[in-house]
């Protein structure tokens, strides 16, 4: 990876436009073309190819008793074609639609009508909201529809008891709207293929901070009423919102970070200054910063990822704050999709990696700018092992392993999170930076591939048909079909990467690892040379690689259990909780009793999704399910609903379900069991 990671210069080959004004830019965006046809996107019921989005504004009046927001929704749009009778949106079966109306300025007089409308049947994530237009709105002509709505327990919006945020003190609601949550937050087309312009009002209860993924905020303290403006296209997914007790830090000259007043002072202390040096190295490498802001919110354990790329604000999982490593991987992943995903999007779910594995290519060169190439090449071992980790349980045809996954109809993109679209789609990436023979050459590809369709959506052959186009050579050279590295190959072959990165450049780091893993699964245990390796002045990233190699061997023959919690339970012990937790999973798996109060210690203070539901299915798939229920009927109370259905699955999969029902009073999700999270654990 040595190559792959050095600084980057420009060649004189290749030219990258300037930076443009703020004003120039949106001028830009407003006299964009439109691009070639958008692609068929099976996860989206709408109608999308017909209309042209010009801005999406909602009024919205948030209810923490009810647990509702009454909203008002306007879309701009412009109809594409002659005969189209009908606006069908993506909308939720929880959604109460009100009231549906169009305006329009026809034949010099403004009309306004209201509208028939009929919510039909589409998957279980999501219904067709179908609107019949007045034959006055011809093609070409613009037009508005008013859509008023109640919104109920949808997936997109996550509602939390003073009790599960981590002062205690107030409500707190936050939005999901990845993948394709946020049609139960308000109608639209929930394709990335389609991007618009935003603005928002917010009215919430007197003490309730609001924050939106947006360019500018205001706050009218009379009638406590937050307007939010973005002034940037973006996608459905990304319109992402936050209410609680919230309060802030300058941590950069364009960045503030976001928590909850008994966190903030480390949320402040951990991100103070290191934000903008990442922002830096990330415009160095790929252009200026087009968002203005970059501001972080820690979000409770509540939230169902480890972090979320929202324009301007990234949400991010508070429990992560204690694992240093693991937070500066995460907020730079998310920077780097401010270029790689957010300006540039996948146009449809099924080739994520888009986004996914450009972003995961683009976090490494900011980390080799800023922390160095050893501790790039070890993040990144411990990645790939995750990936063949992962391909070992799903198997090499498995067709979730493709770069073009092909979605039946009805599937969730959501439940096809997985690490085949970031550390395969990375490797590809890779491959390309490889193929021109320059990490510096490719950092101006990229820098030119940003410029060319930023605000865009793009499908693969957008890339790689302007990476040749940019490398002529390369495409003179055939490259796109060079025997078993053939593009269309990496794109739709299952299994794992066609080729991986050469990692020798973290060979200071990684072989201690290794070393010290051959010691403890040698046959005979060698003591004095075990005890010579100090595992107490390692990274994180080298001490939960050796734990996730030692878990892939449990059970381990008892005695050498024993002399791994005499060597390092009291030190693991007093680590974060990225550490803690696979140390945990190796007690459990090994049935090692003397350690057995920490497991439960552990799942008495932890309530995120990724700490605790790896345990308890490691729990329950051993001979501890009385354990597992016990602990959980004690702790459920303190547990967001979601979660304890998911806690409840694990347990109906692995139990007497009669039984299960009898213990816990929630009614079973009825979503897909997923596989364990352990190692996919990773960022949106």
Request: some cysteine.
């Amino acid at each position: 990876m040595a190559a792959a990671f050095e600084r980057p210069t420009f060649c004189c080959c290749r030219k990258v436009v300037p930076g443009s004004s703020k004003g120039e830019e949106r001028s830009r965006i407003r006299s964009r073309p439109r691009g070639p046809p958008c692609p068929v996107d099976i996860a989206s019921s709408s109608n999308f190819q017909h209309f042209e989005l010009r801005h999406l504004h909602l009024e919205l009046e948030v209810n923490f008793v009810r647990r509702q927001i009454e909203a008002v929704e306007v879309l701009d749009l412009v109809s594409l074609e002659p005969a189209t009778r009908s606006l069908v949106l993506d909308s939720h079966q929880s959604l109460l639609i009100r009231s549906v109306s169009a305006k329009c300025s026809c034949n010099s007089a403004h009309n306004s009508w209201p509208l028939s409308h009929r919510l039909d049947p589409f998957t279980d994530y999501g219904s067709s909201l179908v609107i019949t237009l007045p034959a006055a709105i011809k093609a070409h002509t613009n037009f508005q529809i008013i859509i008023k709505y109640t919104t109920a327990d949808g997936p997109a919006i996550w509602w939390l008891d003073p009790e599960l945020t981590s002062g205690n003190s107030k409500p707190f609601l936050f939005t999901h709207g990845h993948s394709v949550c946020n049609r139960s937050f308000f109608p639209c087309f929930d394709t990335p293929a389609v991007k618009s312009t935003y603005s928002a009002t917010v009215m919430v209860p007197p003490g309730i901070k609001v924050l939106m993924s947006a360019t500018q905020s205001t706050f009218d303290e009379q009638e406590n009423i937050y307007r939010f403006q973005m002034e940037y296209p973006v996608p459905a997914y990304l319109l992402a919102l936050v209410a609680g007790d919230l309060i802030s830090a300058d941590i950069g000259p364009r960045s503030r970070v976001w928590a909850e007043p008994c966190l903030l002072k480390m949320a402040t202390a951990k991100l103070n200054g290191t934000v903008e040096q990442w922002l830096s190295a990330a415009e160095n490498l790929f252009g200026p910063y087009m968002w203005e802001r970059y501001d972080v919110v820690f979000l409770p354990p509540s939230f169902p990822i480890v972090a979320m790329e929202n324009p301007c604000l990234t949400f991010i999982i508070s429990c992560i704050l204690e694992s240093d490593e693991f937070l500066i991987i995460d907020v730079i992943h998310e920077i780097a999709h401010s270029w790689f995903g957010n300006a540039v999007t996948n146009a449809t779910w099924e080739e994520m990696w888009l986004s996914e594995g450009l972003a995961t290519y683009a976090q490494r060169r900011i980390t080799t700018e800023t922390y160095g190439a050893a501790f790039t090449c070890l993040e990144t071992t411990f990645r790939l092992e995750a990936l063949h980790r992962q391909l070992k349980l799903l198997g090499d045809e498995s067709p979730v392993s493709r770069l073009q996954v092909k979605f039946e109809p009805g599937v969730n993109p959501s439940s096809l999170m997985n690490l085949f679209t970031y550390e395969k789609g990375f490797c590809f990436v890779y491959y390309l930076s490889q193929l021109c023979g320059d990490t510096k050459c490719f950092d101006s590809f990229l820098r030119a591939y940003v410029e060319k369709f930023k605000f865009t959506s793009v499908v693969a052959g957008d890339l790689l048909e302007f990476f040749l186009g940019f490398f002529p050579e390369l495409r003179e050279k055939c490259v796109d079909n060079k025997k078993g590295l053939e593009f269309e190959r990496w794109l739709n072959a299952s299994g794992p990467p066609l080729l991986e990165p050469d990692l020798s450049q973290g060979s200071s780091l990684i072989k201690p690892v290794e070393t010290l893993y051959q010691l403890w699964s040698s046959e005979t245990l060698d003591g004095n040379h075990i005890t010579d390796i100090d595992i107490s002045k390692w990274k994180t990233f080298q001490i939960v690689h050796l734990l996730d190699k030692l878990l892939d061997r449990s059970p381990l023959p008892p005695e050498v259990m024993m002399k791994l919690s005499k060597s390092y339970s009291a030190l693991l012990n007093s680590m974060n909780a990225e550490i803690r937790i696979r140390w945990l999973q190796i007690v459990v798996r090994n049935n090692y009793l003397p350690d057995f109060y920490k497991v439960r210690r552990f799942l008495e203070n932890h309530t995120s999704r990724m700490y605790t539901g790896p345990l308890y299915e490691d729990l329950c798939a051993g001979t501890m399910k009385a354990i597992a229920m016990e602990t959980f009927y004690l702790t459920q109370n303190r547990l967001h609903v979601n979660l304890r259905r998911a806690i409840q699955q694990i347990f109906a999969h692995s139990a007497n379900p009669a039984a299960v029902m009898t213990l816990l009073e929630d009614k079973p999700s009825d979503t897909t069991n997923p596989i364990s999270l352990r190692n996919v654990n990773v960022s949106a």
